[in-house]
């Protein structure tokens, strides 16, 4: 990332201030000539803005300037901006990506740590209050359909600037038009570029003949500052061109004249240095983006051909780039080569289509060797980043060689856990596409990438359509890889979680316990593959009311992961330390559940981000942690920002019904009833959405809206709600399971407050007794049943079933103080409720 930062020195407003952030600007052209005009007009239109923002575009034929004249605008005025900011804009789906990047600096987080859409929302609607920055210049570059911005342009204050080729421009925004250069202005920029003195005459030839466009005079001028070639003879060579080979050989776009120019810059590089020619051919089929120098180092192409011989010499490699910048074929700045799209355009036709696949296969083999195989680990995503732009344009999909393959699934999971899904979506559509066309045998990427779609499809579609998808796959890789494969493990392990959010929670444990035995068989217990499906048995465990077992699992991975030296992600480590927290506080240890939880939520902000999908899920558990403990007020606090920041970042995210239902039940502890029930209302709307109707954490999560029903006084559909879920839960868990059993003491008390105490007793008398089964007599959700039945009892004569000791023993757990404990004395009965842990 390129973003510079001022020093305050100066003022705002006076020459010489710089701005405080100046992100990604294109290097100042020292040849830059006339446009005052134009510079004047934007300069009048902008900087007279006062309030709304009224966006300005340069529109105009490629090659004619635009994009320089928007760098020399930013140069020129930028002490007028506390922020400048530039934004590739020729491939929509990238734009995001590049405002999110914008986050960091605007105090909103880390991108990294966050959805890329929601966080580019987020830098929109920070520029549109002006927070922090109410002087702002944002310039969209090389722009197609107005529509691709609409979400992009901020309201209300700030500046933006549009370059484009497109005219529908003129009817949406203020537009400056870009025509060529007049006469006098070619003529002062050829004696620039060619650093000595041309006669007006001869350099008023040369203009006319290249229709004075400012990209083919750049060419020509470079022609001869470098080869020393004087007007006469290079407007000879050009009339020596055949005119029909240029008609068939130029592009409809752009003018002959252009691409008689580059004819000759090309056939003068070919001269200086074959291999640089070649070198420059091989860019023409990356995309219009920068292309990152390291590209030619880190990758390689695997044949007998010139390209490969020049990439493996690192002195002849350096030669050729530094010759195609002389040439002003392309620039070279910030260890990028910048090859403009009318360049790319020209190379490729003078190119026999019949080599196209040959140089489209070397950019794929480049993208291959040059990209990080890990994927998951956070270092490696800016290099993932720069390679993104060129997978589309170089028709990488196409690719039929493995580890070409192998990249594109990769990509596709950078993408996702980078926050991306969008892109990561289109891609993987892609990559299906053209694969299920072209399948190769032994080759597992096409299983790969179904099971990243599957991955993708549980938050745009839901689980059953990830689940269906996967276990398609996961049949198809077993019969033709066997069982322990890494496709088919890889597989397995994420089956697993798609059981869980379908809700069969007895049949995700059964297949996570085969798919452990299957790892350790092939990785053993040490390796972090397999700690990774030992996590997911601890899940699987804590969904089946079997915490204690859970609890020692997610203490085992907890400690495998946090000492490990390699292999293991920060997301893991905070995964796995927020599973151990969760265990603990589902087994009554409220103490250390909280500091654990405490200890990983700084942790997950310090390492990933405070809005990190990973660490917004340790937050909800934080918030409940301090809800259980009595710290209702911190509590609140807390989970109100969590969930406003999952909702504004991952508002499909499947976790957002979690944070919903722990905001719900904060606010009923503080007795919030109103907003609690309007919380989760929503919440139980998305869970049929998200999950399936009737999911298990539908109907527990029902009974959380039936608690609220009773506390406003509506028992009568407390218990209606009630009698539904706990039919549901105990048909789907049976009734020992924990969420059954919390509905059912809740629905006791719906009976108690309508005066069926013999009902009430007699529920709640089976409810403690199973929990005594299930949990043991001194656990705190035993404690509580046992509580509210003694209650029950003692208002029908049949004694105080245990009261006191029940009291004594809860309040040794949780301490006299509190909260739960003042209310029992006070008369009241308690009302367990549920919290969803993440699937």
Same mark, same amino acid.
């Given at each position: 990332?390129?973003?510079?930062?001022?020093?305050?020195?100066?003022?705002?407003?006076?020459?010489?201030?710089?701005?405080?952030?100046?992100?990604?600007?294109?290097?100042?052209?020292?040849?830059?000539?006339?446009?005052?005009?134009?510079?004047?007009?934007?300069?009048?239109?902008?900087?007279?803005?006062?309030?709304?923002?009224?966006?300005?575009?340069?529109?105009?034929?490629?090659?004619?300037?635009?994009?320089?004249?928007?760098?020399?605008?930013?140069?020129?005025?930028?002490?007028?901006?506390?922020?400048?900011?530039?934004?590739?804009?020729?491939?929509?789906?990238?734009?995001?990506?590049?405002?999110?990047?914008?986050?960091?600096?605007?105090?909103?987080?880390?991108?990294?740590?966050?959805?890329?859409?929601?966080?580019?929302?987020?830098?929109?609607?920070?520029?549109?209050?002006?927070?922090?920055?109410?002087?702002?210049?944002?310039?969209?570059?090389?722009?197609?359909?107005?529509?691709?911005?609409?979400?992009?342009?901020?309201?209300?204050?700030?500046?933006?600037?549009?370059?484009?080729?497109?005219?529908?421009?003129?009817?949406?925004?203020?537009? /400056?038009?870009?025509?060529?250069?007049?006469?006098?202005?070619?003529?002062?920029?050829?004696?620039?570029?060619?650093?000595?003195?041309?006669?007006?005459? *001869?350099?008023?030839?040369?203009?006319?003949?290249?229709?004075?466009?400012?990209?083919?005079?750049?060419?020509?001028?470079? &022609?001869?500052?470098?080869?020393?070639?004087?007007?006469?003879?290079?407007?000879?060579?050009?009339?020596?061109?055949?005119?029909?080979?240029?008609?068939?050989?130029?592009?409809?776009?752009?003018?002959?004249?252009?691409?008689?120019?580059?004819?000759?810059?090309?056939?003068?590089?070919?001269?200086?240095?074959?291999?640089?020619?070649?070198?420059?051919?091989?860019?023409?089929?990356?995309?219009?983006?920068?292309?990152?120098?390291?590209?030619?180092?880190?990758?390689?192409?695997?044949?007998?051909?010139?390209?490969?011989?020049?990439?493996?010499?690192?002195?002849?490699?350096?030669?050729?780039?530094?010759?195609?910048?002389?040439?002003?074929?392309?620039?070279?700045?910030?260890?990028?080569?910048?090859?403009?799209?009318?360049?790319?355009?020209?190379?490729?036709?003078?190119?026999?289509?019949?080599?196209?696949? =040959?140089?489209?296969?070397?950019?794929?083999?480049?993208?291959?060797?040059?990209?990080?195989?890990?994927?998951?680990?956070?270092?490696?995503?800016?290099?993932?980043?720069?390679?993104?732009?060129?997978?589309?344009?170089?028709?990488?999909?196409?690719?039929?060689?493995?580890?070409?393959?192998?990249? !594109?699934?990769?990509?596709?999971?950078?993408?996702? =856990?980078?926050?991306?899904?969008?892109?990561?979506?289109?891609?993987?559509?892609?990559?299906?596409?053209?694969?299920?066309?072209?399948?190769?045998?032994?080759?597992?990427?096409?299983?790969?990438?179904?099971?990243?779609?599957?991955?993708?499809?549980?938050?745009?579609?839901?689980?059953?359509?990830?689940?269906?998808?996967?276990?398609?796959?996961?049949?198809?890789?077993?019969?033709?890889?066997?069982?322990?494969?890494?496709?088919? &493990?890889?597989?397995?392990?994420?089956?697993?979680?798609?059981?869980?959010?379908?809700?069969?929670?007895?049949?995700?444990?059964?297949?996570?316990?085969?798919?452990?035995?299957?790892?350790?068989? /092939?990785?053993?217990?040490?390796?972090?593959?397999?700690?990774?499906?030992?996590?997911?048995?601890? &899940?699987?465990?804590?969904?089946?009311?079997?915490?204690?077992?859970?609890?020692?699992?997610?203490?085992?991975?907890?400690?495998?992961?946090?000492?490990?030296?390699?292999?293991? =992600?920060?997301?893991?480590?905070?995964?796995?330390?927020?599973?151990?927290?969760?265990?603990?506080?589902?087994?009554?240890?409220?103490?250390?559940?909280?500091?654990? =939880?405490?200890?990983?939520?700084?942790?997950?902000?310090?390492?990933?981000?405070?809005?990190?999908?990973?660490?917004?899920?340790?937050?909800?558990?934080?918030?409940?942690?301090?809800?259980?403990?009595? *710290?209702?007020?911190?509590?609140?606090?807390?989970?109100?920002?969590?969930?406003?920041?999952?909702?504004?970042?991952?508002?499909?995210?499947?976790?957002?019904?979690?944070?919903?239902?722990?905001?719900?039940?904060?606010?009923?502890?503080?007795?919030?009833?109103?907003?609690?029930?309007?919380?989760?209302?929503?919440?139980?709307?998305?869970?049929?959405?998200?999950?399936?109707?009737?999911?298990?954490?539908?109907?527990?999560?029902?009974?959380?809206?039936?608690?609220?029903?009773?506390?406003?006084?509506?028992?009568?559909?407390?218990?209606?709600?009630?009698?539904?879920?706990?039919?549901?839960?105990?048909?789907?868990?049976?009734?020992?399971?924990?969420?059954?059993?919390?509905?059912?003491?809740?629905?006791?008390?719906?009976?108690?407050?309508?005066?069926?105490?013999?009902? !009430?007793?007699?529920?709640?008398?089976?409810?403690?007794?199973?929990?005594?089964?299930?949990?043991?007599?001194?656990?705190?959700?035993?404690?509580?049943?046992?509580?509210?039945?003694?209650?029950?009892?003692?208002?029908?004569?049949?004694?105080?079933?245990?009261?006191?000791?029940?009291?004594?023993?809860?309040?040794?757990?949780?301490?006299?103080?509190?909260?739960?404990?003042?209310?029992?004395?006070?008369?009241?009965?308690?009302?367990?409720?549920?919290?969803?842990?993440?699937?």
């Amino acid at each position: 990332m390129n973003v510079c930062y001022g020093d305050g020195v100066t003022q705002r407003g006076e020459l010489g201030y710089v701005p405080r952030v100046w992100g990604k600007v294109p290097l100042r052209n020292r040849n830059f000539t006339g446009r005052e005009r134009e510079l004047e007009l934007l300069k009048q239109s902008l900087v007279g803005q006062q309030t709304a923002v009224v966006p300005q575009a340069l529109r105009g034929m490629g090659g004619v300037g635009k994009t320089q004249l928007a760098v020399e605008y930013a140069h020129r005025n930028k002490h007028r901006y506390d922020l400048v900011w530039w934004i590739p804009a020729d491939q929509p789906s990238l734009i995001a990506s590049t405002i999110a990047a914008l986050s960091p600096e605007l105090g909103l987080g880390d991108v990294n740590a966050q959805g890329v859409r929601e966080t580019a929302a987020a830098v929109i609607n920070a520029l549109r209050r002006g927070e922090p920055y109410g002087n702002w210049l944002l310039i969209f570059d090389n722009a197609g359909e107005p529509r691709d911005l609409d979400e992009f342009i901020p309201a209300d204050s700030g500046h933006v600037l549009i370059t484009s080729r497109n005219p529908d421009w003129k009817t949406r925004v203020e537009t /400056v038009e870009v025509d060529v250069f007049d006469r006098a202005e070619s003529i002062e920029f050829l004696n620039r570029r060619v650093r000595r003195q041309l006669g007006d005459a *001869e350099a008023s030839r040369l203009a006319e003949r290249l229709g004075d466009l400012p990209l083919a005079l750049e060419q020509a001028g470079a &022609l001869q500052a470098e080869a020393a070639m004087e007007i006469g003879e290079y407007l000879e060579l050009l009339a020596q061109k055949p005119t029909e080979a240029m008609g068939l050989l130029a592009p409809p776009d752009y003018p002959q004249s252009m691409a008689d120019a580059w004819l000759l810059s090309t056939q003068g590089l070919e001269r200086a240095l074959p291999e640089a020619l070649e070198l420059l051919k091989v860019c023409a089929f990356f995309g219009p983006e920068p292309i990152p120098v390291d590209i030619f180092r880190r990758g390689s192409v695997h044949d007998d051909s010139l390209l490969s011989r020049t990439l493996s010499d690192p002195v002849r490699r350096s030669m050729a780039i530094r010759m195609i910048g002389k040439f002003a074929l392309a620039t070279i700045e910030d260890r990028q080569i910048h090859v403009h799209r009318l360049v790319q355009s020209f190379l490729k036709d003078t190119i026999d289509p019949a080599e196209y696949d =040959s140089y489209k296969h070397h950019v794929h083999q480049l993208l291959a060797g040059a990209a990080p195989t890990d994927p998951d680990q956070e270092s490696r995503w800016p290099q993932f980043a720069e390679l993104v732009p060129h997978v589309r344009p170089s028709e990488l999909a196409a690719c039929a060689t493995p580890k070409v393959r192998q990249f !594109a699934v990769n990509l596709v999971r950078y993408l996702i =856990s980078y926050g991306d899904t969008a892109s990561a979506r289109a891609f993987v559509d892609d990559f299906i596409s053209a694969w299920e066309d072209k399948p190769l045998d032994g080759d597992p990427s096409l299983l790969i990438a179904r099971n990243r779609l599957a991955s993708i499809l549980r938050v745009e579609e839901g689980y059953e359509a990830a689940y269906r998808l996967r276990a398609e796959a996961l049949q198809q890789a077993r019969n033709e890889f066997g069982p322990v494969h890494p496709v088919t &493990l890889a597989l397995q392990v994420a089956l697993g979680t798609d059981l869980r959010g379908l809700g069969d929670f007895a049949g995700a444990l059964a297949h996570d316990t085969e798919a452990r035995r299957r790892h350790e068989e /092939v990785f053993g217990t040490e390796h972090p593959r397999t700690w990774n499906i030992v996590h997911n048995q601890a &899940l699987d465990l804590v969904v089946n009311s079997r915490y204690p077992e859970a609890r020692e699992q997610h203490r085992q991975i907890f400690e495998l992961q946090s000492g490990a030296t390699s292999g293991v =992600s920060k997301i893991e480590v905070l995964t796995s330390w927020g599973g151990l927290a969760r265990a603990l506080r589902l087994c009554g240890d409220l103490d250390e559940a909280r500091f654990l =939880s405490e200890d990983a939520y700084d942790f997950g902000k310090e390492a990933l981000g405070s809005e990190h999908l990973r660490t917004l899920q340790v937050g909800i558990d934080l918030s409940i942690a301090l809800r259980r403990a009595g *710290e209702h007020d911190e509590a609140l606090s807390l989970i109100r920002q969590v969930h406003a920041s999952h909702a504004a970042r991952f508002p499909r995210d499947p976790q957002i019904l979690s944070s919903a239902n722990a905001l719900a039940n904060a606010l009923r502890m503080v007795g919030e009833f109103d907003e609690a029930a309007q919380i989760m209302y929503l919440a139980l709307t998305g869970y049929p959405l998200m999950y399936r109707e009737g999911h298990p954490y539908a109907l527990a999560s029902a009974g959380n809206a039936a608690i609220l029903h009773r506390l406003r006084g509506d028992v009568a559909e407390a218990r209606r709600i009630n009698e539904t879920s706990l039919a549901g839960l105990r048909e789907q868990l049976g009734f020992a399971h924990d969420y059954t059993l919390t509905v059912a003491v809740n629905l006791a008390s719906d009976l108690s407050a309508l005066g069926l105490l013999d009902e !009430a007793c007699e529920l709640g008398q089976r409810c403690h007794t199973a929990y005594l089964t299930l949990f043991g007599p001194d656990d705190p959700a035993t404690l509580v049943a046992g509580l509210n039945l003694a209650r029950d009892l003692q208002a029908t004569g049949r004694g105080d079933g245990g009261f006191d000791i029940s009291l004594e023993l809860l309040a040794g757990r949780r301490g006299a103080d509190h909260p739960e404990i003042v209310d029992v004395r006070a008369g009241h009965r308690l009302n367990p409720d549920f919290d969803a842990p993440p699937i």
